[in-house]
């Protein structure tokens, strides 16, 4: 724990008055995946990329069991802000635990699967946003960093499980003579 806050600590000690805008914006974006489900959305309605967007509506159903439904309950841990309150929060109290971050965890789910299905023109953006949202909810004092850590690695795990998952459905779906188009 020691070592969360003196990051958390850093974190804090270089706020600015830009930064107190611009993170709650960006940490807005993670909110509910909602981001994320938008761009599966969007690719999957599109022939060229509609491999990329099944894909990465799996990795984000694998994503929220994970994390929200399993991961969340088991650790069950407490957000900083309510070890720490002397903290004035610029976002309201979101609920529930902080292990791992559900934003993080999104957020690398989608850039994983993105890298796994090799679309090149949008994995790269889509990882500069998941950093960014990560350290905006270190910014915002509301997850620690092993959080952020928990989220990127549950985040991996859940992309590529998404596109195994996805590859193999797909795979026989088009093999299978039955559904020949």
Known sequence: MGFDFGILDVIQSIRT??????MPFISALGNSGFIWILLACVLA???????CGLV??????FDVVLCDGILKHLFARTRP??????????????HGYS????HTAASFTSASALYFTGERKLWIPALGLACAIAFSRLYLYVHYPTDILGGIVVGIIAGYAGYRT??????YFFTDKRNKL
Do not use: H, M, W
């Open 17 to 22: 008055p830009f930064g107190d805008v611009v």
């Open 81 to 94: 802000f309510d070890v720490n309150t002397s903290i004035q929060l610029l976002v309201d109290r979101p």
């Open 166 to 171: 996805a590859e193999i459905k797909l795979y």
């Open 56 to 61: 990465l509506a799996a990795a984000l159903c």
């Open 99 to 102: 292990f791992p971050s559900g």
């Open 45 to 51: 309605a599109y022939p060229k990329t509609r491999r």
